[in-house]
C-alpha cells in the first residue's frame, strides 16, 4: 500500500482519484489545541468549516527560485528506505487532518520533511504548490516549524501570487519558534516592498548597492541567520569591502555549502589584490614610475580593493604610456578603438577590457581576473532540509 501511494505521489496523480479532484488549496483555518494554538481573528476555526485539503488538480510550479526540474537521479538504499518512511507517515497525518483528529508527532514532522523535498525537488519532482500542501498538513498536526514553510511560500508564492499579508501572519507565527528566521523574512518582506531587485548571481566587485531596511538584516545576523549573514555577504562584497564579507561568510560556512564556497571565493580574491599591493609597492621602492603608474591603473580599472574608476584608470595608463609603458599603451588603443555613441567612454568596453590579459601576443580574456559569482542558497529554508538529504557537489 505505501508503495502505491508512493508512486501516485511521484507522478502527481492525486487529481484523478476520487476525493482528490476538488480544486482548492489548504483551507484558511486552525485547529484549537494545547500544541498548536496562537490568536488567528482573521481566520476560522477549522470546526467551522471542511478540514480536508485537497491537492490542487494541477502541478504548477512557483517562478520563485525554488523552482527546479532536477530530480536527484539516484537515491541511496538508506534514502529510499526513508523516503517510505516519510511517505507512510505523512500519509497518516494527512488522513488525521481529514478526520478533524491530530496524529503522532513523528507524522506531523514527516509531512513537514516531505514538504521540504517537495519544494527542492529532491528524490522527486519538484512542485512548490504540492509543498504548500504538505507544509499545511505539517501545520495543522502540530509541527510549529511548517510555519517558516508557510510564510515562505506566501513570500515566493509557491505557485500562486504572493500574499504580504498572509506571509506576516505566518512569519508571526514563526517568530514564536525561530526568531532569526523570522527576522530575515520580515527584512524579505519590507524589501520588497521597497522594492529591492535581488538577482541570484550578483557579481562580485560591482558597483556597490544599498539594501534597504538593513537594519532588520543585521538583526537576523547577530542572531545568527545563515540567510542574512550570506546577503550581508554579498552587499559588502559589492562594495568592495572584502574582509567584511570574508567575516560575515565565514561565520555561516559552517551550516551553508553555499557560505563555505563564497568564503573561498573571497579569500582568493583577497590574495590577488594582495598580490597586486606587492606589486605596487615592489614598483615604488625601485622608483619605477611606468610599472607603478600601470598597477594603480590596473586596480581603478578592474575595482580590486575599491570602487572600479574609468576616469582614474585612463589618466593613470596615460601616464604610464607617456613614460614608455607598452601594456599601457596597447590599452589605451583598446579603450579608445571603440566608444559610445556620443563619443563618451563605452562602459560594457571597459568593463570587458577589464578582464583582459595583455601579457600575451594577444589579447586575451584574464582566467585570473574574470567574473567571480557569489551565490545565496536555492531557497531560504534549505537549512532545514536533514543532512541525508544535502546534495554534495
Same mark, same amino acid.
Given at each position: 500500500?505505501?508503495?502505491?501511494?508512493?508512486?501516485?505521489?511521484?507522478?502527481?496523480?492525486?487529481s484523478t482519484i476520487p476525493g482528490f479532484a476538488e480544486s482548492g488549496?489548504?483551507?484558511?483555518?486552525?485547529?484549537?489545541?494545547?500544541?498548536?494554538?496562537?490568536?488567528?481573528?482573521?481566520?476560522?476555526?477549522?470546526?467551522?468549516?471542511?478540514?480536508?485539503?485537497?491537492?490542487?488538480?494541477?502541478?504548477?510550479?512557483?517562478?520563485?527560485?525554488?523552482?527546479?526540474?532536477?530530480?536527484?537521479?539516484?537515491?541511496?538504499?538508506?534514502?529510499?528506505?526513508?523516503?517510505?518512511?516519510?511517505?507512510?507517515?505523512?500519509?497518516?497525518?494527512?488522513?488525521?487532518?481529514?478526520?478533524?483528529?491530530?496524529?503522532?508527532?513523528?507524522?506531523?514532522?514527516?509531512?513537514?520533511?516531505?514538504?521540504?523535498?517537495?519544494?527542492?525537488?529532491?528524490?522527486?519532482?519538484?512542485?512548490?504548490?504540492?509543498?504548500?500542501?504538505?507544509?499545511?498538513?505539517?501545520?495543522?498536526?502540530?509541527?510549529?516549524?511548517? =510555519?517558516?514553510?508557510?510564510?515562505?511560500?506566501?513570500?515566493?508564492?509557491?505557485?500562486?501570487?504572493?500574499?504580504?499579508?498572509?506571509?506576516?501572519?505566518?512569519?508571526?507565527?514563526?517568530?514564536?519558534?525561530?526568531?532569526?528566521?523570522?527576522?530575515?523574512?520580515?527584512?524579505?518582506?519590507?524589501? *520588497?516592498?521597497?522594492?529591492?531587485?535581488?538577482?541570484?548571481?550578483?557579481?562580485?566587485?560591482?558597483?556597490? =548597492?544599498?539594501?534597504?531596511?538593513?537594519?532588520?538584516?543585521?538583526?537576523?545576523?547577530?542572531?545568527?541567520?545563515?540567510?542574512?549573514?550570506?546577503?550581508? $555577504?554579498?552587499?559588502?562584497?559589492?562594495?568592495?569591502?572584502?574582509?567584511?564579507?570574508?567575516?560575515?561568510?565565514?561565520?555561516?560556512?559552517? *551550516?551553508?555549502?553555499?557560505?563555505?564556497?563564497?568564503?573561498?571565493?573571497?579569500?582568493?580574491?583577497?590574495?590577488q589584490l594582495k598580490s597586486l599591493n606587492s606589486q605596487q609597492t615592489?614598483?615604488?621602492?625601485?622608483?619605477?614610475?611606468?610599472?607603478?603608474?600601470?598597477?594603480?591603473?590596473?586596480?581603478?580599472?578592474? $575595482?580590486?580593493?575599491?570602487?572600479?574608476?574609468?576616469?582614474?584608470?585612463?589618466?593613470?595608463?596615460?601616464?604610464?604610456?607617456?613614460?614608455?609603458?607598452?601594456?599601457?599603451?596597447?590599452?589605451?588603443?583598446?579603450?579608445?578603438?571603440?566608444?559610445?555613441?556620443? $563619443?563618451?567612454?563605452?562602459?560594457?568596453?571597459?568593463?570587458?577590457?577589464?578582464?583582459?590579459?595583455?601579457?600575451?601576443?594577444?589579447?586575451?580574456?584574464?582566467?585570473?581576473?574574470?567574473?567571480?559569482?557569489?551565490?545565496?542558497?536555492?531557497?531560504?529554508?534549505?537549512?532545514?532540509?536533514?543532512?541525508?538529504?544535502?546534495?554534495?557537489?
Amino acid at each position: 500500500m505505501k508503495l502505491f501511494f508512493y508512486v501516485l505521489l511521484l507522478s502527481g496523480l492525486f487529481s484523478t482519484i476520487p476525493g482528490f479532484a476538488e480544486s482548492g488549496m489548504m483551507p484558511s483555518c486552525f485547529i484549537a489545541s494545547p500544541e498548536n494554538s496562537f490568536n488567528a481573528d482573521h481566520l476560522p476555526s477549522c470546526d467551522e468549516m471542511p478540514f480536508n485539503a485537497p491537492f490542487p488538480n494541477t502541478a504548477s510550479q512557483s517562478s520563485g527560485p525554488e523552482k527546479s526540474s532536477k530530480i536527484s537521479a539516484e537515491l541511496s538504499p538508506a534514502q529510499l528506505k526513508e523516503l517510505d518512511r516519510l511517505m507512510g507517515l505523512a500519509m497518516q497525518a494527512e488522513s488525521a487532518s481529514k478526520a478533524s483528529k491530530f496524529s503522532s508527532r513523528s507524522a506531523a514532522n514527516a509531512a513537514w520533511i516531505l514538504g521540504l523535498l517537495k519544494l527542492h525537488g529532491i528524490g522527486m519532482q519538484a512542485d512548490a504548490q504540492q509543498a504548500r500542501y504538505w507544509f499545511g498538513i505539517a501545520w495543522q498536526q502540530g509541527e510549529k516549524m511548517a =510555519s517558516a514553510g508557510l510564510a515562505w511560500c506566501e513570500i515566493q508564492g509557491c505557485g500562486m501570487p504572493p500574499k504580504a499579508d498572509s506571509a506576516r501572519y505566518w512569519n508571526a507565527q514563526l517568530n514564536h519558534y525561530n526568531r532569526p528566521r523570522a527576522l530575515y523574512f520580515e527584512w524579505l518582506l519590507e524589501s *520588497r516592498m521597497a522594492p529591492l531587485e535581488i538577482t541570484k548571481n550578483p557579481r562580485l566587485f560591482s558597483e556597490g =548597492s544599498t539594501l534597504p531596511h538593513k537594519d532588520l538584516l543585521i538583526k537576523a545576523a547577530n542572531a545568527g541567520d545563515i540567510h542574512a549573514l550570506i546577503e550581508l $555577504g554579498i552587499d559588502s562584497a559589492s562594495k568592495n569591502q572584502a574582509e567584511a564579507a570574508l567575516q560575515y561568510f565565514t561565520q555561516a560556512e559552517s *551550516r551553508s555549502g553555499v557560505a563555505f564556497n563564497n568564503a573561498n571565493l573571497i579569500r582568493k580574491k583577497i590574495s590577488q589584490l594582495k598580490s597586486l599591493n606587492s606589486q605596487q609597492t615592489a614598483y615604488a621602492d625601485r622608483n619605477d614610475a611606468p610599472e607603478s603608474f600601470f598597477a594603480r591603473a590596473v586596480r581603478y580599472h578592474k $575595482g580590486a580593493g575599491m570602487p572600479a574608476n574609468y576616469s582614474e584608470a585612463i589618466r593613470l595608463y596615460k601616464k604610464a604610456a607617456d613614460l614608455g609603458h607598452p601594456l599601457a599603451q596597447q590599452m589605451l588603443k583598446l579603450i579608445f578603438s571603440r566608444s559610445a555613441a556620443d $563619443g563618451s567612454i563605452d562602459i560594457p568596453w571597459m568593463q570587458e577590457l577589464s578582464q583582459m590579459d595583455l601579457s600575451g601576443a594577444t589579447p586575451r580574456l584574464s582566467t585570473a581576473y574574470g567574473p567571480t559569482l557569489l551565490n545565496r542558497e536555492e531557497t531560504a529554508l534549505t537549512d532545514f532540509i536533514p543532512g541525508m538529504w544535502i546534495r554534495r557537489p
